[in-house]
């Protein structure tokens, strides 16, 4: 018997990064890939073998150093690191305005005004009337007052931002007023409490958590306020024994003792959304017509268009934060400005506004035709499901619409339910979770649900793929 060969041999016979380079099997490889990332995952490969030989010295002889183990793996990094991580999935939940998967997609219209500036050098910051320097923050200002009654507008990188840039400039090293009862945490680490801090101001909370009146507000009046402040409790509903001041009467103290308010609207609505079953959501016009001096809000949620900041209100106010010198540091760009200016010229026509923007379009789909719709999907899975391995039922569900607004208001929806007596929902998930690209479902009653409301027509082929790998027992790629 031929002793074990020492790691120090071990280390001597894996082969050089040129060497394996120089295989055939890498050829196909390296004409997929730039050269400079071939030869980095074979680095990584023989890095991690060399680890492993100097790390159990004993057992190094059982690396496995098989040059054809060395291109597997070579051609398993070389397909992660030459991925984007950045990635379109399939949202199956039901959550239209899901954070962590985008939230709101753009309308066409959108998608196109953002190639066209894009492509072309524009007038950003150029005054075209008098030929010199101009501000970039007059580009949607003016469709805003006219689609909202507001005096001005200002646009910043999101609302989060928007939020901490109105507090700096009109209340710092002051007291804002605020009911306890909407000291809210939305996802992500956005706390009303800690945005105020950080923003200069400082917190007078009043009221209990289920009940503020407005006499609270009144005797919490002093000579350091600067601001009463209204915050949409986005994310949750307090039932029961509940009372919230108005938005009105807020407005009538601040005026009797002198004081500006600001509304936190989170989530910028355009339209009544009540036609539609869904009660209770403040619309931005109603904000702006009741007296507010500012009321900030996104543009990815409700709104239906890209991540941005918004406020609106008194011009004295709105001409405060924009010399404000933060704003720089909030400041939009042409990708943002361009989308949003086309959502918005969107809403110059309700009906149109409801067609054309994904947000509004999925929000308002009738529970008829989501049936349909998963009735047709499930269709498709059986036939794709020739053994019937898997069941797929088509079953009532209920959607959100999601991005803190209308909390606890489910809708009604339909989806396309799996079950199989071979595999775990749990292992369906998973590898649809995995599939190129994701396939993202929830997981109910021992079902992997598919909620219909936030599939598009454009998902149910990529559905069909991904269900077919998973019937084959292969999660692999498709180079299309
Ligand atoms: C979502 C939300 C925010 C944060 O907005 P972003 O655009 O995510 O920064 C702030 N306030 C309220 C009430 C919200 O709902």
New binding site residues.
């Given amino acids: 018997m031929t002793p074990d060969p020492s790691p120090q041999e071990l280390l001597r016979k894996l082969p050089g990064v040129d060497t394996i380079l120089q295989t055939t099997a890498l050829e196909e490889a390296l004409r997929r890939h730039p050269r400079r990332l071939v030869i980095e995952s074979i680095r990584k490969v023989l890095d991690t073998k060399r680890k492993e030989i100097l790390s159990n010295p004993q057992d190094a002889s059982m690396v496995n150093l098989e040059p054809s183990h060395l291109i597997e793996l070579t051609m398993d990094i070389l397909e992660v690191m030459g991925d984007y991580t950045l990635c379109n999935v399939v949202n199956a939940s039901g959550i239209i305005i899901h954070?962590n998967l985008g939230r709101s997609l753009l309308p066409r219209e959108a998608l196109e005004r953002l190639d066209q500036i894009c492509r072309s050098y524009n007038n950003l910051e150029y005054d075209l009337e008098k030929g010199q320097r101009g501000s970039r923050y007059v580009h949607a200002e003016a469709i805003l007052c006219e689609l909202t009654g507001a005096e001005a507008a200002l646009v910043v990188n999101?609302?989060?931002?928007a939020?901490f840039l109105v507090l700096n400039t009109l209340a710092q090293a002051r007291e804002v007023i605020v009911s306890r009862g909407q000291l809210?945490e939305?996802g992500?680490s956005?706390r009303i409490p800690d945005v105020m801090r950080a923003s200069g101001a400082i917190l007078r909370e009043v009221g209990c958590t289920n009940r503020t009146h407005l006499r609270d507000y009144d005797s919490a009046i002093n000579e350091h306020t600067a601001l009463l402040m209204k915050?949409?409790t986005?994310?949750y509903r307090i039932i029961g024994f509940t009372s919230e001041v108005s938005l009105d009467d807020l407005i009538a103290l601040g005026r009797d003792r002198g004081l500006n308010v600001i509304e936190?609207?989170?989530?910028g609505l355009f339209l009544d959304l009540e036609p539609f079953g869904l009660r209770g959501e403040p619309t931005v016009q109603d904000a702006i017509k009741s007296g507010v001096d500012i009321v900030t809000f996104?543009?990815?949620?409700l709104l239906g268009g890209p991540?941005a900041?918004i406020i609106l209100g008194k011009k004295e106010f709105v001409r405060r934060c924009k010399k404000n010198p933060l704003t720089r540091a909030l400041r939009v760009g042409k990708m943002t400005l361009s989308a949003l200016e086309a959502t918005l010229r969107i809403y110059r026509d309700e009906r149109g506004a409801i067609e054309k923007i994904p947000t509004l379009r999925m929000i308002t789909t009738s529970l008829h035709s989501l049936k349909e719709r998963a009735e047709e999907l499930a269709a498709l899975l059986r036939q794709t499901d020739r053994d019937g391995q898997l069941q797929f039922i088509v079953q009532p569900s209920f959607s959100q619409v999601g991005?803190?607004s209308l909390p606890g208001q489910d809708q009604k929806s339909f989806a396309v339910a799996v079950s199989s007596d071979q595999m775990s929902c749990g292992s369906i998930e998973r590898t649809l979770r995995h599939n190129k690209p994701p396939v993202i479902g929830r997981i109910e009653s021992d079902r992997f649900v598919m909620d219909m409301r936030t599939l598009q027509t454009e998902d149910f082929p990529v559905i069909q793929t991904a269900f077919a790998r998973l019937l084959a027992g292969k999660q692999g790629d498709m180079h299309l």
């Fill in positions: 954070t999101n609302n989060a931002g939020v809210v939305i992500g956005f915050a949409h986005s994310n936190d609207l989170g989530s996104s543009g990815d949620k991540q900041g991005g803190g």
